[in-house]
Structures are given as structure tokens and as C-alpha cells.
């Protein structure tokens, strides 16, 4: 693999001169520049892009961080975020920290030591000031870290409204409310959003917590079968919703004549499902695309208007509901 020094051996000038060009920092006569060029072109040359990095004090790298691969609405935003990033001429490192502390600690070191020009996190975290000594540009996808750190979130109050409205407007009398951990915001805006709705109307309702990554079948069933006479589930993700769908078949429930049931993500299963899935729609395309377009705005020192952006959900109504 040819290196710098013999990419200037070639064309007959310094190292410093062959990182110039390549930097394009400062300025090289035309026919000096040329005569690299076809050095690095005949050598098949690569830049060594840490190296690069380094010098320029930008990698062109943007760090994001995930607490896990296993959800699809994570893997819909990665992939509207890689390509926006790419788009632009950047590079995405991916780190799922597994809600694992020692793993985010390590790739806090990896954030330093390539140098990386911004960070994406979707990841829930209590080391906000060791994100903050890195010094460079931070937006959080789904919570709101500080009133500093600029966010993006779904409107998950309007999510829960949405759910209810529907679910009050179908004659559903006794629901069932099956919601993340109760600690995350996201959590806590959905549920306040359904409970307005619900006290309102003085509807009977039931909350209870599951994990978003695997939500557990059986806690699902258990509460289903110690609430038989419910005529309405909302489900904080798709997954669990799904879950609820397998859980009433099993006990003869029809769909939606008997229960109604709307989920939360709009992944693509809940479009290929039978009965296909009622559910709230948040734009991950939306979502991703403005995390990535205002991360690069704050690389860039210009400013931006909101510091935190809610993006509007639409409930999708397919054949779990009337």
C-alpha cells in the first residue's frame, strides 16, 4: 500500500507539499499541484483519514449513539440518518451502548480520539456533562438532555390524544394502556396526552409498563386475561401492539369488533400484519432528516431557530379499529 512518502518521491517534492495539496489548505502552483495528483492517482494512494483528521481538526465524522439495534423504529431513523449524513459528504460511526455505561464510557474515548465533528444521541443518559467536555456540537433524538443541548422529539402528547380521541370516538368503555418504562419523557407526554383525553370523557383506564426493546408476552397476556371485558388497548410501540393482537386471538377476542387496538411507530410490520394495525404515525424520515441538518448547522457555527423541535404525529387508521 503506497504511503505519503512515496507519493512525493514520485512527483519529486516534500511530504509537506503532498499534505497540502491533499489538505488543501494552502496554496500550490498549479503544475506542482498536478504532478501530485498523478502521483497519488498512478500509486493508487489513500489519504490516511485519522491522520487527516487530525491536521484539520475535523474528521468529517459524526458520532451517533443508540441504546440498542433491536427496534425497528431505531433502524428506520439509522437509515434516514446515514443517508442524510452521506449525502453531505460525512461518515456515520454507529455505537449501540446497550443502556451499558461501561460502553458508552468507551465510546466517549472513541468520540475523542477520531476527532469526531458532532454527535447524535437517541441513547438515554445521565453522563451529560462528559458529552458536554467533549466541546463539540450535540443534538438528542427523543429527549431533552438539558435546556442548552438542542432536541428533536414526535409529539407524543398529540400522539396520546390521537389514540384516545379514537378510541372514545369508536365506544370503547374500559382500555387497557400498555406504555414503555415510565421514567423516559417520551413515556410520561404520551401518557398525559391519553389521560386527558380519557378523564375528560371519565373512561375507565389501566396502565402498564413493559420494555420497549422486548416487551414481555406473557406480562401481556396476564394483564389481557385479568382484564377480559376490555374494549380498548393503546400500545406505546408497535411491537407491544402486535403482541396484544396474538394475545386477543388466543382468547377469541375479534378485532376490532370485540377490542380496539392502536399502536405507536408505524413500522412497516404494522402495515403487513393481519388485521393490519391502527396505529401513530411519527416521521422518522422528518425526525432524522432534521437532527442531521441541524447537527451540521451547529458544526458550522450558524444558528438555529429551535432549540427544541416537536415533530407532529398523525394516527393512521387501518383494521384494529372501527
Request: hydrophobic share 40%; aromatic share 6%.
Amino acid at each position: 500500500m503506497a504511503t505519503i512518502k512515496d507519493v512525493a518521491k514520485m512527483a519529486h517534492v516534500s511530504v509537506a507539499t503532498v499534505s497540502r495539496v491533499i489538505n488543501k489548505k494552502q496554496y500550490v502552483n498549479i503544475a506542482t499541484k498536478q504532478l501530485v495528483l498523478d502521483a497519488i492517482t498512478a500509486l493508487s494512494y489513500v489519504p490516511n483519514e485519522l491522520a487527516r483528521s487530525l491536521f484539520q481538526k475535523e474528521s468529517r465524522i459524526i458520532g451517533i449513539i443508540v441504546p440498542h439495534l433491536t427496534s425497528y423504529y431505531f433502524i428506520e431513523l439509522l437509515e434516514v440518518i446515514e443517508d442524510v449524513v452521506t449525502s453531505q459528504n460525512y461518515h456515520l460511526m454507529v455505537c449501540n451502548s446497550q443502556d451499558n455505561k461501561d460502553r458508552e464510557s468507551k465510546y466517549l474515548q472513541v468520540f475523542q480520539q477520531y476527532n469526531i465533528d458532532g454527535i447524535i444521541l437517541i441513547s438515554n443518559t445521565s453522563r451529560i456533562r462528559d458529552y458536554q467536555d467533549l466541546a463539540i456540537p450535540i443534538i438528542a433524538i427523543d429527549h431533552q438532555l438539558t435546556e442548552e443541548i438542542p432536541s428533536v422529539t414526535s409529539n407524543n402528547f398529540q400522539g396520546g390524544v390521537l389514540a384516545a380521541e379514537k378510541l372514545v370516538a369508536c365506544g370503547c368503555k374500559k382500555i387497557i394502556h400498555f406504555r414503555g418504562p415510565s421514567v423516559l419523557l417520551t413515556v410520561q407526554e404520551r401518557t398525559k396526552g391519553f389521560k386527558s383525553v380519557l378523564e375528560k370523557h371519565q373512561i375507565n383506564n389501566f396502565s402498564f409498563d413493559l420494555d420497549f426493546k422486548s416487551p414481555s408476552p406473557e406480562d401481556i397476556e396476564k394483564v389481557i386475561n385479568s382484564n377480559a371485558d376490555c374494549d380498548g388497548v393503546f400500545c406505546d410501540s408497535d411491537i407491544m401492539a402486535l403482541h396484544v393482537v396474538q394475545s386477543m386471538q388466543k382468547l377469541g377476542r375479534r378485532i376490532p369488533e370485540d377490542v380496539q387496538i392502536i399502536g405507536f411507530d408505524n413500522i412497516e410490520l404494522s402495515r403487513v400484519i393481519s388485521p393490519k394495525l391502527s396505529t401513530i404515525g411519527q416521521s422518522s424520515e422528518k425526525i432524522g432528516r432534521y437532527a442531521v441538518e441541524t447537527l451540521l448547522k451547529l458544526i458550522e457555527g450558524k444558528s438555529i431557530e429551535e432549540t427544541h423541535k416537536q415533530i407532529d404525529v398523525i394516527l393512521i387508521e387501518r383494521e384494529t379499529t372501527k
